[in-house]
């Protein structure tokens, strides 16, 4: 079969490799037929994930066909259509069983497309197939589900959950990206009063009005901190979210927020960010981390299939399945190319 492979920072080919096989009892084998690219790919190509090595088979995010099961998966038939999530749950450890798959400590967790094979491949092995799959729902489409994977949720459990977003809140989203756009997606389904998109870029702002925030800010020309105190009566916002993975980010979202707010941190972190607690100590400030977990990807169906919510304005580029190096250009040129995301589908 084919396979997208990493070789080392800035190396990845498009080649054949042998196709996966059942391990444990517990696995399946999907056939791949839509997947995705995400930031976290770029990383690993840049280099930033040590624990991705040589000759891994990327990607964490697909919509496919059952092929095979082991002895153990019971919920899993061989010709089911699939939803592969970017978090694989044991479903029996101590996180699993509270629903925290991201930390699961049973062999799940981010694994696929990082410490074994992933989705950007014909076919991929899927570890406890009942607990890390979900089956395709009627009404919903194949690319609308395979924002499901993990953009979504993210934004949504990481940002809106964790930042505690509730009706009348300003909402100030640091980092207009998919997993900010996401975010602001997850906030409206609260009725706050204002959702206050911040970026660098003014492609990504113009995409973050068609995601619900009422208020942009270039914060390359702007004062964002500025703009939100007079949105707020001096104040602050009651949630900040950052949604870009740097210490500036961080910082400002620190500041953004009013007292007794919530800070909902989503970005991956490379370098030490300060924490000025000497301005924090007094201001009864809620921050928060987190990996997502997926939890919520049950409730974002049935928001897709009410209708209440369209995964599928996300996609901007198609290709076909085995247009890797195309995509890929497309996606890592984001700021010139309008990129969200890219689907590749086989044809
Ligand atoms: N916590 C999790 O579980 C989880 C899951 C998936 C992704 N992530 C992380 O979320 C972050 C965002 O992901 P993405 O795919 O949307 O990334 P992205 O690179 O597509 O988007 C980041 C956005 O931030 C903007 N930006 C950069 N510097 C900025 C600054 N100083 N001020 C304001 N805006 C700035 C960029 O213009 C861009 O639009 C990444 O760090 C990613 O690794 C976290
Ligand atoms: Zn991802
Ligand atoms: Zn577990």
Known sequence: MKALVYHGPGRKVWGNVPKPEIVDATDAIVRVDSVTICGTDLHILKGDVPAVTDGRILGHEAVGTVESVGSGVRNVAVGDRVLVSCITACGACRYCRAGSYGQCIGGGGWILGHRIDGTQADYVRVPFADTST??????????????????????????????????????????????????????????????????????RLEAAKGFGADIVINNGREDALAIVRDLTDGLGADVAVEAVGVPATFELATQLVRPGGHVANIGVHGQPATLHLEDLWIRNVTIRTGLVDTSSTPTLLRLAQGHQIDPGRFITHRFDLDQFDEAYDIFARAGDTGALKVVLARV
């Open 134 to 203: 979900y089956p395709v729902p009627a009404g919903v489409t194949d690319e609308q589900l395979l924002m499901m994977a993990d953009i979504l949720p993210t934004g949504y459990e990481v940002g809106v959950l964790n930042g505690n977003v509730g009706p009348g809140d300003v909402v100030a989203i640091v980092g207009a990206g998919p997993i900010g756009l996401s975010a602001m997606m997850g906030a409206r389904l609260y009725s706050p009063a204002h959702v206050v998109a911040i970026d660098l870029a003014d492609s």
